[in-house]
């Protein structure tokens, strides 16, 4: 029903910048929305999340007070703002959908992005 497109990934210079946004294909009325990653050789963590109404987010720890995750409605598109980048944020960044509350935990989504690379050089 949720189909996830994502852009905006690339590589970046450590204290750089990235923007990346997530277009969301159909309805998401009700749907929560997170950002979750994954570098090779490591399990797939939490990012950051956002309710439907975006009256409530979550973040992991390591990218809090960096990373400001952000929704536009009308857009049908989720943004992950990433400042002060370091090298341990280089990983595939996936957006992915739920209906219902926000979830931290990865098999709680039914629904994923294909993924968009991040590099951080130091």
């Known amino acids: 029903q949720v189909q996830l497109v994502e852009s905006g990934g690339g590589l970046v210079q450590a204290g750089g910048s990235l923007r990346l946004s997530c277009a969301a294909s159909?309805?998401?009325?009700?749907?929560?929305m997170g950002w979750f990653r994954q570098a090779p050789g490591k399990e797939r963590e939490f990012v950051a999340a956002?309710?439907?109404?975006?009256?409530?987010?979550s973040y992991a720890d390591s990218v809090k007070g960096r990373f400001t995750i952000s929704r536009d409605n009308a857009k049908n598109t989720v943004y992950l703002q990433m400042n002060s980048l370091r090298p341990a944020d280089t990983a595939a960044y996936y957006c992915?959908?739920?209906?219902?509350?926000?979830?931290?935990?990865?098999?709680?989504?039914?629904?994923w992005g294909q993924g968009t690379q991040v590099t951080v050089s130091s």
């Open positions: 159909g309805r998401t009325f009700s749907y929560s």
């Open positions: 956002i309710s439907w109404s975006g009256g409530s987010t």
């Open positions: 992915a959908a739920r209906y219902g509350f926000l979830k931290i935990n990865s098999n709680e989504y039914a629904y």
